[in-house]
């Protein structure tokens, strides 16, 4: 069974950054893209970037460009997204998704002093 | 970047009745490669969402056949043949043919 588990929920300061974390398994790592999308609080879905795997390339969409930073570590078949400067705005439900068709847990991060 | 304008963005139903939603792009979302990657989700309360259709009309594994999808170029269709409660919430259309994906607004399906 192909699964993406998430870490857990984040309460951190504005200013700082967070890292959280995406495991999966269930398939070859290396063969899909790794996507992360954001959902603010009752809004909608909104692409941040993906990240190749088996070579470590990334595409961002603008706006996130010097928000976020995608990451994956081959030897634990696990992806990371890191958020800095965080403010009120970044207070969201942040997914994982293998090529938008599986799709992580979801990890809740709130930005609050 | 591509928009995706989907209406209606509620859409109240009785169980068994059948539905459709539309998804209108702002361009072609047909790939020089002659795929066209228009996909539809569902994302049920306190829940990710869920694959349902890719490719604008194939179905995803495991997923009811009174799920279907249409469409080509600029216009896309879901439609639900025979409302079930297990339907209900908030349907997505994504493409991934021109970076960066974008997603439609969605539309919430809730019962009449």
């Known amino acids: 069974e192909v699964l993406l588990q998430q870490s857990g929920a984040e309460l951190v300061r504005p200013g700082s950054s967070v890292k959280i974390s995406c495991k999966a398994s269930g398939y070859t790592f290396t063969d899909y893209y790794m996507h992360w999308v954001k959902q603010r609080p009752e809004q909608g879905l909104v692409w941040i970037g993906r990240i190749n795997p088996a070579n470590g390339n990334t595409v961002y969409a603008e706006k996130f460009k010097s928000k976020a930073t995608l990451t994956a570590d081959k030897s634990s078949n696990t992806a990371y997204m890191q958020l800095s400067s965080l403010t009120s705005e970044d207070t969201a439900t942040y997914f994982c998704t293998r090529s938008l068709a599986v799709w992580g847990q979801g990890v809740m991060v709130t930005v609050s002093s | 970047d591509v928009v995706l304008t989907q209406t209606p963005p509620t859409l109240s139903a009785t169980i068994g009745q059948s539905v459709s939603i539309s998804c209108r792009s702002s361009q072609s979302l047909l790939h020089s490669n002659g795929n066209t990657y228009l996909n539809w989700l569902l994302q049920r309360p306190g829940q990710p969402p869920q694959l349902l259709i890719y490719l604008v009309s194939r179905l995803e594994s495991g997923v009811p056949n009174r799920f279907s999808g249409s469409g080509s170029g600029t216009d896309f269709t879901l439609k639900i043949s025979g409302v079930e409660a297990e339907d209900l919430g908030v349907y997505y259309c994504?493409?991934?043919?021109?970076?960066?994906?974008?997603f439609g607004a969605g539309t919430k399906l809730e019962l009449k």
């Open positions: 994504v493409q991934s043919t021109h970076a960066p994906n974008t």
